[in-house]
């Protein structure tokens, strides 16, 4: 390692350390919990003094972030925020009082921990550590939230949740496991149960947890999960939302809250799968029982909150959305089908080599939605090959099928030959969503 700390004295702006991070999977693999928790102690603990929220599941976890936070701002709550993956840039993933870190905070954060990779203690020294790519920015992320000051750091894991960097704090004052589904499986279990006992991991003693009831299985492990520790459980169930009405851009629902009558939100999209993560973050909010936060305040953060590459409009009746499994997709379907449509509906799909893309395209394709289906390669070097795209669309009928060179002709076309009756989608993964934003933010003369 001692050539690439040598490295780091030439890192002195933003884009080079953000190369810096995303050059760590070439030279780290996954540490143990052990290192990882040794790591954050080295820092100093940064932000353990904050009340954290911590957050797990398969889908939706973002979103419950950025819930709950759009409530903490509207109740003059200062908090703040981590997720994953970021859209365009690294920034994204740390953010304070709804701003990202700037470049100036990031690169603060970035010195902080690079710092004391430079001097180890004996134990981590022995073993060569290096903080993987995730952990790098989990630690950047508790630096920039302690020197920002902020009361509340909502969390949100990578991809599971016992094993999680984010599961090295301590001081959570409660979690949240979001609907669980089928992904990446070669890390979490290939049943239900695997993967919501490596969810349930995030648990801790007197920390109270909420969570949707969906499939029986996953609530039965969670539940026993809970009472192990000696975690209260507080079950989101489908009963206690009704009252839906899906109307153009955003849909209304009430909710049933322990003592009280239905109370009445508003989401502001189109997608109706962020009912029950606006729900989630309602019954956390009110289990965290913080007197500052009243129901108007609650009411105006979840009708304020807009989750970029979620059912985004990024363009009139364009639509943008990061759905990356097959329950992702699932639920994408499901807007797609309360949405009317007076023209046509065309789809462009793209993801990376591991997620279930044979599932997705048959779920789509005989879906009956879509005029006509257009695949294009990513530039990640994870991405599907455009021939496996296309062959897995290729093998149903009822749609036009289109294989595009490359995202940004694809995107070009797409919308250069959408009549005003058409709506446009572009679904299949998160980095997806991000490589469209960023031909979005590119200059016209590029």
């Known amino acids: 390692m001692a050539g690439y700390y040598k490295m780091t004295e030439q890192i002195s702006v933003y884009e080079e350390a953000e190369n810096y991070i995303s050059s760590i999977p070439k030279f780290t693999g996954k540490n143990s919990m052990e290192n990882t928790v040794r790591f954050l102690d080295y820092l100093g603990n940064p932000a353990q003094d904050r009340k954290i929220i911590h957050i797990a599941g398969t889908n939706g976890k973002g979103s419950v972030c950025a819930y709950l936070c759009s409530v903490f701002r509207e109740s003059g709550i200062r908090a703040g925020m981590f ?14 009082d709804g701003k990202a870190a700037t470049e100036e905070e990031f690169m603060d954060a970035f010195r902080v921990v690079i710092g004391k990779l430079e001097a180890l203690p004996p134990e981590l020294a022995q073993v060569s550590y290096h903080p993987s790519f995730f952990e790098f920015l989990f630690f950047m992320a508790m630096v920039f939230f302690e020197r920002k000051g902020v009361e509340y750091v909502v ?54 947890v909420v969570y949707p009831v969906r499939q029986e299985e996953v609530a039965q492990v969670i539940e026993a999960c809970a009472a192990k520790v000696g975690a209260e459980t507080f079950p989101l169930r489908k009963q206690a939302i009704k009252e839906i ?24 999209t189109p997608a109706v799968y962020q009912i029950e993560n606006a729900a989630l973050s309602v019954m956390a909010l009110w289990k965290l029982a913080d007197v500052r936060i009243t129901i108007p305040h609650m009411q105006a953060g979840i009708r304020r909150m807009a989750w970029e590459g979620r059912m985004e409009e990024i363009l009139p009746s364009v639509y943008l959305d990061g759905a990356h499994n097959i329950d992702g997709v699932h639920a994408f379907l499901e807007t797609v089908r309360s949405c009317p449509c007076q023209g046509r509906r065309k789809l462009l799909y793209s ?58 002709t694809a995107f070009r076309e797409l919308v250069e030959d959408k009549d005003d009756e058409d709506t446009v989608y572009i679904v299949g993964s998160l980095y997806l969503a991000g490589e469209i934003k960023a031909l979005l933010r590119r200059p016209r003369h590029d």
Do not use: W
């Open 155 to 208: 969390l949100e894991t990578g991809l599971g949740g016992r094993l999680d960097a984010t599961n090295a704090v301590q001081n959570k004052k409660l979690c949240v496991i979001t609907s669980i589904g089928y992904d990446h499986m070669e890390y979490l279990g290939d049943t239900l149960s695997a993967i919501a006992s490596e969810k349930a991991g995030i648990i801790r003693p007197d920390v109270p």
């Open 245 to 268: 009405k899906i109307r153009n851009k955003t849909i209304d629902f009430s909710l049933h809250l322990n003592y009280y009558e239905y109370i009445g939100f508003t989401v502001s």
């Open 351 to 408: 993801c990376v080599k591991d997620k279930q893309y044979q599932e997705a395209a048959a779920a789509i394709a005989l879906s009956g939605l879509f005029d006509e289906i257009g695949v294009a390669a990513l530039t990640d070097q994870r991405a599907l090959p455009l021939t496996v795209l296309e062959d897995s669309y290729r093998q149903y009928t009822g749609f036009i099928c289109k294989a595009y060179k490359d995202l940004d």
């Open 83 to 96: 997720v994953s993956p970021h859209l365009v840039t690294m920034r994204e993933r740390l953010v304070a």
